[in-house]
């Protein structure tokens, strides 16, 4: 979206001008499930019919890397609930893949190393 476009939605001193719940028809439970670190990518098939401007935004975000749910409400500035409706929709017309989030290999919460890590990084910031 460019920043006049954005300048139409948006007021400096009232903030969004439409408010969240209509950009999802009033729904608030997304179809499908979705963590706010999934990661999702455009499949570069388009939805048949037009399913309205933050769709269309959602599309460009993430048609060249996937890009996690948490992120896309941040640079759509919707509330992460709104975005996951969104994201269910065009899910819905294969317009979009989802990953579930990597898990993170944990070291163990007695790693020497880890534990001297941290306590250098906090030395250096004294």
């Known amino acids: ?18 408010r969240p719940y209509t950009v999802s028809n009033g729904r608030t439970q997304p179809a499908i499930h979705f ?4 990661l999702v990518m455009a499949t570069g098939t ?9 769709h269309d935004q959602v ?4 048609e060249h890397r996937p890009v996690s749910v948490a992120e896309i409400a941040a640079r759509l500035r919707l509330p992460a609930t709104i975005t996951k409706v969104l994201l269910s929709d065009l899910l ?13 290999e944990a070291a163990s919460p007695t790693d020497r190393a880890l ?12």
């Not at 979206?1 to 439409?18: K, N, P």
């Not at 388009?46 to 933050?54: D, M, Q, V, W």
Request: aromatic share 4%; with cysteine.
């Open 1 to 18: 979206m460019t920043d006049a476009q954005e300048g139409m939605w948006l007021d400096d001193e009232a903030g969004r001008l439409v």
């Open 35 to 38: 963590d706010l670190l999934s």
């Open 46 to 54: 388009r939805p048949k019919a037009y399913l309205g401007a933050e």
């Open 59 to 62: 599309l460009t975000l993430c």
């Open 92 to 104: 819905g017309h294969e317009a979009l893949v989802t990953q579930a989030p990597r898990p993170i």
């Open 115 to 126: 534990l001297e890590a941290v306590l250098d990084g906090l030395r250096k910031r004294i």
